[in-house]
């Protein structure tokens, strides 16, 4: 892999934007390139990942409503919803991948619960709460960790995300 230039995006981070620059690498070997997308930022979403993750969080653990946790964050109300909308649509997938993740870190494994987005919401505390031990994992916090983990894609469009893989450890399974 070497670096292949590159492009500028927008980032909305406390109801301010500013643009942040995306290095893109290249396999000299198939020419195949990929952006490195940072931890605090993910596929598709304007928005940073720990606004993102405080609306997601705040609506799925049923503290409050869209509308409240949208205005909370400076963020349109139908922008919320959409978060929202898609991570219903993928808690029980992610719930199960963060499980195991926490289970192969060492954590304990958490059985379903009534709620998937309570569940899901639970599973990346865990997996984050062990990988916090980790060197490096802890100063991230859940949602970054969550964005480096997902590859960005918690909530994208295209629900195939690419697995983190170190060393030869996937650091997020896929569940079929």
């Avoid at 927008?10 to 396999?27: K, L, S």
């Avoid at 503290?63 to 909308?85: D, I, K, N, S």
Wanted: net charge positive.
């Amino acid at each position: 892999m070497g670096l292949w230039s590159g492009y500028r995006r927008h980032v909305r981070e406390g109801g301010f934007c500013q643009r942040v620059f995306i290095p893109r690498v290249r396999c000299r070997s198939c020419e195949v390139t990929h952006a490195m997308l940072p931890a605090f930022l993910l596929v598709g979403r304007l928005d940073a990942a720990e606004t993102v993750g405080a609306v997601v969080g705040e609506v799925a653990s049923g503290r409050v409503g869209v509308r409240p946790a949208a205005e909370q964050m400076a963020v349109p109300y139908t922008t919320a919803r959409g978060w929202c909308r898609r991570f219903v649509a993928r808690a029980p997938r992610v719930a199960m991948a963060f499980a195991a993740l926490a289970v192969e870190l060492g954590g304990k494994a958490l059985a379903p619960v009534g709620d998937r987005r309570v569940w899901a919401l639970e599973a990346m505390a865990e997996a984050w709460r062990v990988a916090s031990g980790l060197p490096g994992w802890l100063a991230l916090g859940v949602w970054r960790f969550v964005s480096a983990v997902s590859g960005g894609r918690l909530i994208a469009a295209n629900t195939d995300s690419p697995w983190l893989i170190i060393g030869r450890r996937r650091f997020m399974p896929p569940v079929p």
